[in-house]
């Protein structure tokens, strides 16, 4: 199984900052690397699909990066919204797994 | 606007069976692979189950192989997860999920269904 483990598992961070969370797999995944977002109490939501596609409807403030092993998303400027729990998910092959989350909160 | 609304969640003693469902609207059910994630209290995401759009392929975590078993019904808009033999292990909310293209990620996701098992 491909293990995913992100980076910091926490975060604080304010309104207006820049924020990167890092996630690696285990072996290469390619491009196969997906991003959620997840608001306490409420089912995750789609982010960014293969490494660096924006979902229609998602602020361009999310971006995402990388290939094969390393990942990164990227908010450029936290808005009030943004905080909640963020995980990243593989998709190269199955078992399909998740990192542990990085919950952000407000500093 | 897609919907997909999950039932049949609730409490079930340890080696008891229960059957989810998942209502799928506002897309063409029968195009889109479908996919069961779960989330134990205060815990990650753990993806659980994927079927294809005609049922062709199906996979499933270790965790829960030859204990789970998802189906569809395409003439029914509805996806299914038969759950036997539970484990206090498998206490948490169910989610039922839309794969856009077949390649195992997700898109978009029902409001989860609540399973407990307890004693």
């Known amino acids: 199984d491909i293990q995913m483990t992100q980076s910091p598992s926490s975060l604080s961070a304010s309104v207006g900052d820049r924020v990167t969370i890092t996630c690696r797999a285990s072996q290469s995944v390619n491009v196969f690397l997906n991003w959620y977002q997840q608001m306490p109490g409420k089912a995750p939501q789609l982010l960014i699909f293969t490494a660096s596609g924006l979902k229609s409807g998602v602020p361009s403030r999310f971006s995402g990066r990388g290939s094969g092993t390393d990942f990164t998303l990227t908010i450029s400027s936290l808005h009030p919204e943004d905080f909640a729990t963020y995980y990243c998910?593989?998709?190269?092959?199955?078992?399909?797994?998740f990192g542990q989350g990085t919950r952000l909160e407000i500093k | 606007e897609v919907q997909l609304v999950e039932s049949g969640g609730g409490l079930v003693q340890p080696g008891g069976s229960l059957r989810l469902s998942c209502a799928a609207s506002?897309?063409?059910?029968?195009?889109?692979?479908m996919t069961w994630v779960r989330q134990a209290p205060g815990k990650g995401l753990e993806w659980v189950s994927y079927i294809s759009s005609r049922s062709g392929d199906i996979q499933y975590a270790d965790s829960v192989k030859g204990r789970f078993t998802i189906s569809r019904d395409n003439s029914k808009n509805s996806l299914y997860l038969q759950m036997n033999s539970l484990r206090v292990e498998d206490t948490a909310v169910y989610y039922c999920?839309?794969?856009?293209?077949?390649?195992?990620?997700?898109?978009?996701w029902g409001q989860g269904t609540l399973v407990t098992v307890s004693s």
């Open positions: 998910q593989q998709s190269y092959s199955t078992p399909i797994t």
């Open positions: 506002g897309f063409t059910f029968s195009l889109y692979s």
């Open positions: 999920a839309r794969d856009p293209s077949s390649s195992w990620y997700v898109d978009y």
